[in-house]
């Protein structure tokens, strides 16, 4: 998968996308925007034929989908309900979807993305932000795709680790650990997603202070890794680390993240809003409580977070 020269993430594959529902003038736009930037296309007409190219005659996977449903409430609920058959498919869970709509109903909007749209894009938009949210979404995808690869079966490890305490300091840290403690978990492939986003929030806005508007401009320019490596070695940074604890109880498994930043105030991201869907980042909070765990409880001014659980 290529994203471009600039991104964090680069494969050899190229990108394939799906476009769902899109009307004349929006195909004739994504093709000339997308095209152009290397990826390959998919146009279907709704979202029942997409439902069929993808279960029932995948040559293909899609590294995104492109929902289009600026049309009526029945195309949103149609998009919806292949959504979710999405999420319920191991196969296809993390993939991520982006929304395009022209609808100023916040509360349609809300449903969208508590139903797992994480990406929106309002109409009408430019060819810098089209790209600015794919690549935003398509390298959250790849970060979270890597850790669901390294989860092997480990079935006999779960019972045996009643408490641990771990200390990171770096992203490549973060990815290990998430990965390693999401054996202990019924749901390793969720749960890691959460574990990650948590440790990276730790690292980088605790631990290196990166600012949510610093890292939206990092993000766009594509050197986000470049400013996190150059943190981590000032010697202000050096002896800073991300304390992880996992505690194992008969009815559920509690893992605490704390870093040694200033805090903030973690209940706007806990809920994703329409004033942040076209954001490049700031997804993993709510991800972590939406997807991963069934309690998310923020701490010491936000610089404490514990995800639980439930084993009953």
């Known amino acids: 998968m290529t994203i471009s020269a600039s991104q964090d993430v680069v494969q050899q594959q190229p990108v394939q996308l799906l476009l769902i529902g899109s009307d004349k003038n929006s195909e004739e736009f994504l ?3 997308l095209e152009e930037e290397g990826f390959q296309l998919t146009f279907v007409k709704n979202s029942a034929a997409a439902e069929q190219l993808i279960f029932e005659k995948p040559t293909v996977f899609y590294d995104a989908y492109l929902f289009d449903e600026s049309h009526n409430h029945q195309q949103t609920l149609q998009n919806l309900k292949l959504l979710q058959a999405l999420k319920k498919d191991s196969r296809y869970a993390i993939v991520p979807a982006i929304f395009q709509t022209n609808s100023q109903d916040t509360r349609e909007i809300q449903h969208c993305l508590e139903n797992g749209a994480y990406f929106y894009l309002l109409k009408p938009f430019t060819k810098d932000l089209l790209l600015s949210v794919l690549n935003a979404a398509l390298t959250g995808f790849t970060s979270h795709q890597e850790l669901t690869q390294r989860i092997t079966d480990l079935q006999n490890l779960r019972p045996l680790v009643q408490q641990a305490h771990f200390q990171i300091k770096t992203v490549e840290d973060a990815r290990s650990l998430s990965s390693v403690l999401a ?3 019924p749901t390793p492939k969720e749960t890691s997603v959460g574990l990650f986003e948590l440790m990276l929030n730790g690292i980088e806005h605790g631990n290196l202070n990166i ?3 610093e890292k939206t401009k990092f993000v766009k ?4 890794q470049t400013e996190i490596s150059r943190r981590l070695s000032l010697a202000e940074n050096c002896e800073k680390r991300v304390a992880v604890i996992f505690k194992r109880t008969s009815e559920k498994l509690e893992f605490t993240i704390s870093d040694t930043g ?4 973690p209940l706007r991201y806990l809920d994703f809003s329409i004033e942040r869907a076209m954001d490049n980042h700031g997804r993993g909070i709510m991800i972590a409580n939406k997807l991963s765990f069934d309690e998310l ?3 010491d001014n936000g610089s404490k977070v514990t995800g639980r659980i ?3």
């Not at 320019?221 to 986000?224: E, F, I, Q, T």
């Not at 200033?262 to 105030?265: A, M, R, S, V």
Request: glycine share 8%.
């Open 297 to 299: 409880e923020y701490q």
């Open 221 to 224: 320019r594509g050197d986000l």
């Open 262 to 265: 200033n805090g903030f105030d």
């Open 211 to 213: 600012s949510y508007l």
């Open 310 to 312: 439930n084993l009953t």
């Open 183 to 185: 054996y202990i978990t």
């Open 31 to 33: 093709r000339a925007t």
